[in-house]
């Protein structure tokens, strides 16, 4: 019946009918980030310090900003509380910790995202600074007048998608207090590069591109494009044209020559006469110079030139490889070394010009020969995933694929304490989409690339067969999104479903396939432009189709109520498995029409029910467009409650939980705890960086989260945010109740890594004790205490006081032992593995003023252990039982070396000679005669406890026959010791009677109790 009850009041809320919003914090709830980082991802910018190269900083499309003092062998993220897409970093060389930093990448593929303006740092990244230039979008350069720091000038490349905003050149004069307009063509025309003379920073060459994108076409060129200088900082500009070629231009890249002002070099998007062009009088006229693929190709991706800062003739230019030419643009080189496709960014450090940094879609490289071998950056999470899946694996497993490195899965606990690099398999490459396991075949992994795509791999042999479906005779061709859908069904393990602009399903995992649908979207031949897109450059890569099915849902309840998005507008629903559909989408209220359909989540609750979001940013509109069904699509609700911001990507409903949904935009995941009412950005540990993908792992109740920038992070524990409802919402404190924790086994780890990996952490290893609070502690004790099962105080731990959601975390393993001093490298690693918290029901009560909270935590053994309860607990007996006596003979040893150290000092002499037995006997217990490596010194009964405690604390089993003996010989020869300690406290405390009679200071030593807590 409390079931029944719950599962109604749940439902109620989902209807609408709780329309009081639940306004929870999340407190110490984090999500955990696990990278990766062995393919990284694109970055859009680099700079650094030349007189320190070992100091620059790299900007990512989706990824923030990442500072490195140490040549990349250690990166930190600094830019982690603001807009993830950065667009160009300029440093002031003369004032290395002041960096400006523009928003909003400028290689604006279809899948970019979007910048909120500039910001600026003094102190090296601690702190920022917003300076204005909100409606740019995208920056594409920033440069410094090394005259006068207050003066930047800005390269706004403008909106994307629509016309309008701030394009162009801008300037400050005051560090970006006010901004002046000082270049501007038109409202489709923004700047795409921006160069200053090396010796006159009033004299600037602007590079301006009329540009726009569609969701099916893409415009490079128009009458806007063109090369402009000023001579007087801006305030005049005039339009240069002699020796470029006629006729419209596209995007162009223009750099001065550091070393030579005269020598200006410029690559040109242009019908005729594409490619690089140079300039011997300092941007006055050019000529032609090399037209080859290197410099030619693709040029709204690849258009930046960077040349040598002490050699005019030595060029970088990015493209699909790196080209470098060495004698003025003659001839090119292509890069090799295993660099990744798709160069970006270049920085070559003035002081050494062999030190060349490089950006590319698949993140950062060195080189140290001035760009003949580099090597790769491995710690910089910046994976660019599209979406991803978890399966039911212990740990279990995440599968995602991403913008230009493939399709990947990874493990979500690393078995060496961490997930590393190493722990991650590629089982498809292209850009990679959907990916997912076969719900029951281990092996099978099913992956798609861009346009189609589709492959099912083997885990076993590595090998993958294409099971895309092909028309049949006579069928029209079918169109497959960059990014085509693939749904796995919840009732058919064999079953998924692929689109088209039909949708198909599959019985037997893809080696046939039936068509299941009439063409689902408008197949309006307006919007089927994509062989012609690109503009003056045509650029078909399949990322430009459209009127194609981009979502498909199955739903959990139903096997026969399917789900349909397009991405022209349409939301169709079938009710019995695709015989019939309805196309719903004209139900929606305050839908713009065509607007993209880019998720469906049918409810694991209700057959009924479905969750759907819509994206109209690549028509310009960046509203949020979330809405609900609960009657098949004949009505909807909208669900953009206060607190959502960015146009939205993916929703899910918790399966568990009805009024709790999980929301990816462009700018971070949502919560909302009342069914949409309200939404909360989640901002712990997770960077407000495009959200695309959304999985839950039900049997590890656990949130996985695929960013578009960021990799992958999870929020481990669900319990706090299932059970946070209106309820609860004004409990002084409210315990919730969460799963037993697995008191796992440690792993051995490798060993000798250093730095320039990255390591995903794993899910904390301690219990957890979760609370909630409706306000914050602030005045009186707050104490929380662990009991065990017989009421003996565990362990007393800091309470969490804020308000929202506390997680204290208690470890499952006892501190080190204290220890006697000893040289012996054996023993010294002899108290690492500390035992464990046994398995079984704990007391946890909190003392907040007056007031007593309990609650109940479990811990329980590993399922998947070899080893038989009575095996673990006589382990951690004998493992308690040296532990125990580790701790002991370090308070007897520190006993007797305070009653030595003060009888030594006194003139008595009966006294002090028993200073001196006490420091003769004190000297057997402990080998101090070793070196902490290879002279082990002589053995006494502190080396032998802590070496037989090394042995058996590293086997989690039964300990051998010949420990168990040794154990309990060591244990009759500690006896011994205490007995002898024992005589010498009795002497000890008649002497103070002595002392005393006299009027001195007696001897004074602390008890096991004081020692303890010493």
């Given at each position: ?362 993140g950062g490289y060195r080189s140290l020969d001035g760009g003949y071998l580099f090597e790769m950056f ?214 713009p029409r065509g607007t993209w359909c880019s998720y469906v989540e049918a409810s694991p609750h209700d ?340 070496q037989l405690y090394l042995g058996v604390s590293t086997y989690p089993g039964k300990p051998s026959d ?53």
């Amino acid at each position: 019946m409390k079931v029944c009850f719950t599962y109604l009041l749940c439902l109620l809320s989902v209807c609408g009918l709780a329309q009081e919003p639940v306004n929870i914090s999340f407190g110490a709830l984090r999500a955990r980030s696990i990278g990766p980082a062995v393919m990284s991802g694109r970055i859009s910018t680099v700079d650094g310090v030349h007189r320190e190269p070992n100091l620059f900083y790299i900007g990512a499309a989706n990824g923030g900003v990442w500072k490195t003092r140490s040549g990349g062998a250690s990166f930190d993220p600094i830019f982690d509380d603001y807009t993830q897409s950065i667009g160009h970093i300029t440093i002031d060389q003369a004032h290395p910790d002041t960096v400006w930093v523009g928003t909003g990448e400028p290689w604006v593929r279809n899948s970019v995202s979007v910048g909120d303006g500039i910001y600026v740092t003094l102190n090296g990244g601690r702190t920022w600074a917003k300076k204005g230039l909100e409606l740019s979008e995208r920056i594409a350069k920033i440069q410094i007048d090394p005259n006068n720091p207050s003066t930047v000038y800005v390269a706004a490349q403008g909106p994307l998608w629509n016309t309008g905003g701030q394009r162009g050149v801008y300037k400050t004069e005051d560090f970006g207090d006010t901004w002046q307009h000082v270049l501007s063509v038109d409202d489709k025309t923004g700047c795409a590069d921006l160069t200053m003379h090396p010796e006159n920073p009033n004299i600037l060459i602007a590079a301006m591109w009329d540009h726009q994108r569609y969701p099916d076409f893409f415009r490079s060129g128009g009458a806007g494009s063109g090369l402009y200088m000023t001579t007087d900082g801006g305030e005049n500009w005039r339009k240069i044209t002699t020796g470029l070629p006629s006729g419209e231009l596209g995007r162009m890249a223009v750099e001065f020559a550091p070393s030579n002002g005269e020598v200006v070099y410029l690559t040109v998007e242009a019908a005729e006469g594409k490619g690089l062009y140079k300039s011997y009088d300092g941007g006055q006229s050019f000529e032609f110079v090399n037209g080859e693929f290197g410099v030619t190709v693709r040029p709204f991706y690849f258009s930046r030139l960077t040349v040598d800062p002490t050699d005019e003739n030595k060029i970088y230019k990015c493209g699909l490889n790196l080209s470098i030419s060495e004698d003025g643009g003659e001839g090119f080189r292509q890069v090799g070394s295993g660099v990744h496709s798709d160069i970006h960014a270049i920085w070559v450090s003035k002081s050494n010009s062999d030190y060349v940094v490089i950006g590319t879609d698949g993140g950062g490289y060195r080189s140290l020969d001035g760009g003949y071998l580099f090597e790769m950056f491995m710690n910089l999470p910046l994976s660019q995933f599209y979406h991803i899946s978890v399966d039911n694996d212990t740990p279990f497993n995440v599968y995602g694929g991403l913008q230009d490195n493939g399709t990947w899965f990874g493990p979500s606990r690393g078995s060496s304490g961490m997930i590393r690099n190493s722990d991650w398999d590629i089982t498809n490459w292209g850009d990679g989409f959907y990916s997912f396991r076969h719900p029951t075949k281990k092996e099978i992994v099913y992956a798609e690339s861009q346009g189609g795509n589709l492959v099912r791999f083997n885990k076993f042999d590595g090998q993958r067969k294409d099971i895309k479906p092909l028309p049949e005779e006579g069928e029209p061709k079918y169109r497959f999104n960059w990014n085509s859908p693939i749904a796995i069904s919840t009732h058919q393990p064999d079953r998924i479903y692929f689109a088209s602009q039909f949708l198909f399903r599959s019985e037997d995992m893809g080696d046939s396939w039936d068509r299941i649908s009439p063409d689902l979207t408008t197949n309006d031949p307006e919007r089927q432009r994509q062989r012609e897109s690109g503009g003056i450059s045509i650029d078909n890569s399949t990322a430009e189709n459209n009127t194609t099915i981009y979502a498909v849902c199955e739903s959990p309840v139903d096997e026969n109520v399917i789900w349909a998005g397009t991405d022209d507008g349409n939301l169709q629903v079938t009710q019995n498995g695709g015989a019939d559909w309805q196309n719903v989408v004209q139900n929606i209220d305050g839908l713009p029409r065509g607007t993209w359909c880019s998720y469906v989540e049918a409810s694991p609750h209700d057959a009924a029910t479905a969750f759907v979001t819509f994206d109209g940013h690549k028509g310009g509109d960046q509203d949020i467009y979330v809405y609900r069904t609960n009657d098949y699509g004949q009505s909807w609700t909208s669900l953009v409650g206060d607190g959502i911001k960015g146009y939205a990507h993916v929703i899910r409903q918790d399966p568990e939980v009805a009024s709790l949904l999980y929301a990816g935009t462009e700018f971070g995941l949502y919560i909302s705890l009342d069914a949409g009412l309200s939404w909360r950005r989640f901002k712990n540990n997770l960077p407000a960086t495009s959200v695309r993908a959304i999985d839950i792992q039900e049997e590890e109740s656990t949130l996985a989260i695929g960013t578009h920038g960021r990799g992958i992070y999870f929020i481990d524990n669900l319990g706090p945010l299932r059970q946070s409802s209106s309820e609860i919402k004004d409990s002084i404190l409210h315990f919730y109740d969460l799963p037993p924790t697995v008191v796992r086994l440690p792993r051995m780890s490798r060993p000798f890594g250093g730095a320039g990996n990255f390591a995903g952490g794993n899910p904390s290893a301690s219990a957890e004790i979760a609370y909630y609070m409706k306000k914050r502690h602030t005045f009186g004790k707050m104490r929380l205490e662990v009991f065990d099962q017989d009421g003996n105080l565990v362990k007393e731990l800091p309470a969490g006081k804020s308000a929202g959601i506390n997680i204290v975390q208690l470890p499952l393993r006892l501190p080190p032992p204290k220890s006697a001093p000893t040289k012996n490298r054996m023993a010294l690693f002899g108290s690492l593995m500390t035992p464990a918290l046994t398995e079984g029901e704990y007391t946890v009560r909190i003392t907040k003023g007056k007031r007593t909270f309990e609650h109940q935590i479990a811990l329980k053994p590993d399922e998947n252990s070899l080893y038989s309860k009575e095996e673990r607990m006589l382990q951690q007996k004998v493992l308690k039982d040296l532990y125990d006596m580790t701790e002991q003979l370090a308070h007897v040893y520190g006993a007797l070396e305070e009653m030595e150290q003060q009888a030594t000092k006194l003139e008595e002499p009966t006294i002090k000679s028993f200073g001196e037995e006490v420091a003769k006997y004190k000297a057997t217990l402990v080998s101090l005669d070793g070196d902490f490596y290879v002279n082990e010194g002589e053995e006494a009964i502190r080396e032998e406890i802590s070496q037989l405690y090394l042995g058996v604390s590293t086997y989690p089993g039964k300990p051998s026959d010949r420990q168990i003996q040794k154990a309990a010989m060591l244990a009759e020869a500690f006896s011994e010791v205490k007995s002898t300690y024992a005589d010498f406290e009795s002497r000890a405390k008649a002497h103070n009677k002595k002392l005393l009679a006299e009027g001195k200071k007696p001897l004074v030593w602390k008890t096991f109790e004081q020692f303890k807590k010493a």
